[in-house]
């Protein structure tokens, strides 16, 4: 006969049998979900961490008008590669400006605001407006030392045009440093602030060197007396 009551307790038994497993997946996933936002929580932590003590990596970057060495954490170049090569100019820089790079931490319009420092550039637009593509590469913040606005409007751009003489008989590359006091200065926007920046510059088919010095404030000589000794180690990128 049909037993009634050890069907339901049969049907009860299952029911727990069944349950068990989707009550252990359950938990199981509650637990993933946890552990997820523990691993999330940290992962915000280690990079405001990074960003706040400075240890962000720095960044190579190379295309067909610069080679640069840039430091994250201070926002700022720290080596700058170009070669200056008698390019026509076919291009104005009309209202270009600076524009952010979207995965590297660089300096921005904020960090020039109210202050003496130009957005100063490493690779100069006037040595690569030859064509449009090359003269906004120039303006990419990568390329943009916090210059004091006296140097990079005078001795600098001086400099900058002498080159731009020189390579009318031979190919030029030029190596620009930039180097930091220690405490690092900053504006407040975060850029750190260079104490002098060195330029040397290689005449490829004479084989020889020329190196300059520029303290990053308005200038008390000329450009051709600011010369230093140019050591072959310092050449090294």
Not at 17 to 36: E, S
Not at 162 to 186: A, M, N
């Amino acid at each position: 006969k049909y037993n009634l009551g050890r069907w339901i307790s049969y049907q009860s038994e299952l029911g727990k049998n069944l349950r068990k497993p989707l009550n252990n997946i359950f938990i199981v996933y509650r637990k993933i979900c946890y552990n997820m936002r523990k691993i999330s929580v940290l992962l915000s932590f280690l990079l405001v961490s990074l960003v706040s003590f400075g240890q962000l990596p720095n960044v190579r970057v190379k295309n067909g008008v610069f080679d640069i060495l840039y430091s994250q954490s201070l926002e700022q170049p720290l080596i700058i590669k170009y070669r200056s090569l008698n390019r026509p100019t076919n291009v104005n820089r009309g209202h270009m400006d600076f524009y952010k790079e979207p995965t590297i931490k660089t300096s921005d319009g904020e960090d020039y605001k109210g202050n003496v420092y130009d957005k100063g550039h490493g690779a100069p637009a006037a040595t690569f407006s030859d064509n449009e593509v090359n003269l906004k590469q120039t303006f990419s913040y990568l390329n943009s030392i916090m210059q004091n606005q006296y140097l990079n409007r005078g001795e600098w751009r001086m400099l900058e045009e002498q080159i731009r003489k020189w390579d009318d008989t031979e190919p030029i590359t030029v190596l620009i440093k930039v180097f930091f006091d220690k405490p690092v200065k900053r504006v407040p926007a975060g850029a750190a602030i260079p104490s002098y920046l060195q330029k040397h510059i290689y005449f490829e088919k004479s084989k020889k060197w020329k190196c300059f010095v520029f303290l990053n404030e308005k200038p008390k000589f000329h450009w051709d007396e600011l010369e230093m000794i140019c050591e072959k180690e310092d050449h090294k990128f």
